[in-house]
């Protein structure tokens, strides 16, 4: 799986957009780009995923540079309960189980301040 | 919306008791993981199941075994606690070819 660089952490105005970037710049054709977030002693959560074209979901937009080697995760109007570790992992989508498992890096520390 | 939920959030144990965490899926998803994370080292895979009484190891399953005997069920089994196994648990479920897990809440284990 492609290595990812993301920030260590951020800071967030309360109602602003949140702009999470993400590089991975040795990805491959068949890579996918994954972001999952993790509220402090909750589960990881699955945010959205993307190959080439942006994508949006009713939690976030995902935007795809056209090289491919870097990314940006947009929350529209962030809000404290988005205060979260935020992770991106790229990786080709399996068929089979065994390669499925996920590895979170790092993650970026978002802060949503009031 | 997906559920995952696992049979506690907090748990305390001695060294050398059995230990059974359980985790229930509401989906029909074939596919089970068991995750312990702890801090910088992140998420790692314990084990994983892609069917009833199927099961196959993950990165770190020494001092561990599943179970897996109805297919919205997976059980993780501590045979003998020990400290090194404190830990934060995590549960997920995925849909053979989908591309997303959906986690539990997760189990935090202490072992004194």
């Known amino acids: 799986d492609a290595k990812t660089t993301q920030p260590p952490s951020m800071d967030c105005a309360e109602g602003r957009a949140a702009n999470l970037p993400c590089n991975h710049s040795t990805i491959s054709g068949n890579e996918y780009v994954y972001w999952y977030r993790q509220i402090h002693s909750q589960g990881p959560q699955y945010i959205i995923h993307?190959?080439?074209n942006n994508e949006t979901n009713e939690m976030a937009s995902l935007i795809i540079t056209e090289d491919r080697k870097s990314s940006t995760l947009i929350l529209p109007h962030a809000t404290l309960r988005d205060t979260a570790v935020y992770y991106c992992?790229?990786?080709?989508?399996?068929?089979?189980?065994?390669?499925?498992?996920?590895?979170f890096g790092g993650g970026t520390r978002v802060l949503v301040k009031p | 919306d997906v559920k995952v939920t696992q049979s506690s959030r907090y748990l305390v144990k001695r060294t050398g008791e059995k230990v059974f965490l359980e985790c229930v899926q509401d989906m029909d998803h074939e596919n089970m993981f068991w995750y312990r994370q702890d801090p910088g080292l992140g998420l790692r895979l314990i084990y994983f199941?892609?069917?009833?009484?199927?099961?196959e190891k993950g990165d770190i399953p020494e001092g561990y075994s599943v179970s897996r005997e109805k297919k919205e069920r997976f059980s993780l089994i501590l045979e003998s606690a020990s400290t090194n196994q404190t830990s934060m648990y995590l549960c997920a479920s995925m849909l053979s070819g989908s591309v997303t897990q959906y986690f539990g809440p997760g189990t935090r284990l202490t072992v004194t």
């Open positions: 199941s892609y069917d009833v009484k199927m099961k």
């Open positions: 993307g190959l080439k």
């Open positions: 992992i790229v990786r080709p989508r399996r068929d089979k189980a065994a390669g499925n498992k996920l590895t």
